[in-house]
């Protein structure tokens, strides 16, 4: 079975801090697929990222950041100087060969003035 | 272009009721799939579809039916509504299961009293 933990159930920041949100997942397939996904307040699910596991290459896109990690099987997101905007819930999943997709519990980031 | 859309938005059921939740995708998709999301745990898998006819069960499927009978719909059926069943309903799709990322619909809000 494979299984997605994000430990930090809330983070709370002021504007323009960096914070990182943590995700460790388990499985026992060696091709799977790891995803973020962002559900701001209105409620609808938007996709961030997609990662296979042959590629362990960090990947920016502006403001946001991802670190991958095989050996302690985490998938690391980072919000560089963050914005009020960004306030929403995180979630971390994780597809393997079986084609289902597993999300963690997620994280609410709540960032202020 | 619509993606994918769901019927109702907010449905308020008594207990025993019978209902369709609907979902439609434009996008010519294989995969769909239906989540549950609840306070503190994230969205849970509940049945998906790899193409029309092929359905199978996710994580917590009891009280739940669907069928696929063309690429384009996969309906939600609750049998018999419970209060237990109170939850946010989100659609999915997908071009290659597990491989892509999915693409969520806006989500059904339903109570059961």
């Known amino acids: 079975a494979q299984k997605v933990t994000q430990a930090q159930t809330e983070i709370s920041v002021v504007e323009k801090e960096d914070v990182t949100l943590d995700c460790v997942y388990e499985?026992?397939?060696?091709?799977?697929?790891l995803f973020w996904y962002k559900q701001p307040p209105s409620g609808e699910l938007v996709f961030l990222i997609r990662r296979n596991s042959f590629d362990e290459q960090n990947e920016i896109s502006g403001r946001y950041s991802w670190n991958f990690q095989k050996s302690t099987s985490s998938f690391n997101f980072t919000i560089t100087a963050s914005q009020v905007v960004d306030s929403a819930v995180y979630f971390c999943a994780l597809s393997g060969t079986a084609s289902k997709l597993t999300f963690g519990t997620g994280t609410r980031l709540q960032v202020t003035l | 272009n619509a993606g994918v859309t769901q019927t109702p938005k907010f449905q308020v059921l008594k207990t025993g009721q019978s209902m369709t939740l609907q979902c439609a995708q434009d996008m010519n998709h294989e995969y769909m799939s239906w989540y549950r999301q609840d306070p503190g745990m994230g969205l849970r898998l509940i049945h998906y579809?790899?193409?029309?006819?092929?359905?199978d069960q996710g994580e917590v499927p009891n009280g739940y039916n669907v069928s696929r009978s063309t690429t384009e719909d996969f309906p939600l059926r609750l049998l018999s509504a419970a209060p237990s069943q109170t939850s946010v309903y989100f659609c999915a799709s997908s071009p290659l299961p597990g491989r892509y990322e999915q693409y969520f619909g806006p989500g059904t809000r339903l109570t059961v009293t």
């Open positions: 579809s790899v193409g029309a006819g092929i359905t």
């Open positions: 499985t026992r397939d060696t091709t799977y697929y």
